[in-house]
């Protein structure tokens, strides 16, 4: 599949595609997907979070709202 194949599929449907295609990522073992970098500033909000200093959303409520921006900018 080429780029241009992909920026012709509505958006809703490219939104769900990356969801398959991250979801295909996380089932697999042995992947390291996560840059060391990254992985400290996860590190750095979890511990945030345990001390009850972070935010956080429900990742359904957080997923509804983008689904809402992503409607209201198509």
Known sequence: ???H???QLSTQDRLQAMELLW???SEQQGVDLIPAWHQQVLNDR???MQAGVEK???W???K???R???RAAT
């Open 1 to 3: 599949m080429e780029l």
């Open 5 to 7: 194949e992909l920026t």
């Open 23 to 25: 979801q295909s990522f």
């Open 46 to 48: 979890m511990a945030r």
């Open 56 to 58: 956080t959303t429900p």
């Open 60 to 62: 359904q409520t957080a």
């Open 64 to 66: 509804d709202r983008l």
């Open 68 to 70: 809402d921006l992503t």
